[in-house]
């Protein structure tokens, strides 16, 4: 059975896993990275590799989300005719 990436995001929120889904402006790739525990984890000098979530407060560090688990599904938005 093939799930798609919503699926797995979703299959992750009901397991309280982190994972992040993202597109890049004017293309068709939806980009899912998927955290296979719930440790948090921070970034201590950017040579970490994984998802990053900085805060716009510096007194706040930035968190690190592991890339365990990276997949791209790819969607076409335009309409088909009938």
Do not use: W
Request: net charge negative.
């Amino acid at each position: 059975m093939v799930f798609s990436i919503f699926d797995k995001a979703q299959s992750h929120m009901e397991q309280k896993l982190p994972f992040v889904l993202y597109k890049k402006p004017r293309e068709f790739d939806v980009n899912g990275i998927f955290q296979k525990n719930a440790t948090l984890h921070s970034v201590s000098d950017f040579s970490e590799s994984g998802f990053v979530f900085a805060p716009f407060d510096n007194h706040m560090k930035p968190i690190l989300m592991k890339a365990d688990e990276v997949c791209t599904e790819t969607f076409d938005t335009e309409k088909k005719a009938s």
